[in-house]
């Protein structure tokens, strides 16, 4: 019941994390709370109770002082891991490394 009122409460308060792809160019995320990992190739976020990770290169981070962000680059994988499982993301973290 808990989770429920969560993600009403997300929904009502725009917590949820909002996202507009433009092409494989330019990705903005609304609600990006933290980068966790960053480099040319390889992006991960943590925007509500979504962990994001793209994949691309080239990457590159603009505008994150507006609680949202924008990537630009050549993307060419997203992917999306609920939080709530946090062995969800330590697993692809190791399939990321093999």
């Given at each position: 019941m808990f989770d429920r009122i969560a993600d009403k409460t997300r929904d009502i308060l725009y917590m949820n994390p909002g996202m507009h792809i433009e092409s494989n160019k330019e990705l903005l995320i609304e609600n990006c709370r933290r980068i966790e990992e960053y480099n040319e190739v390889f992006m991960r976020l943590i925007s509500g109770n979504l962990c994001?990770?793209?994949?691309?290169?080239?990457?590159?981070?603009?505008?994150?002082?507006?609680?949202?962000?924008?990537?630009?680059?050549?993307?060419?994988?997203?992917?999306?891991?609920e939080r709530n499982d946090r062995k969800n993301v330590q697993s692809a973290e190791r399939q990321r490394q093999d």
């Open positions: 994001i990770q793209i994949w691309g290169s080239r990457l590159r981070a603009y505008d994150f002082k507006t609680k949202g962000l924008i990537v630009r680059g050549k993307i060419s994988q997203i992917e999306f891991i």
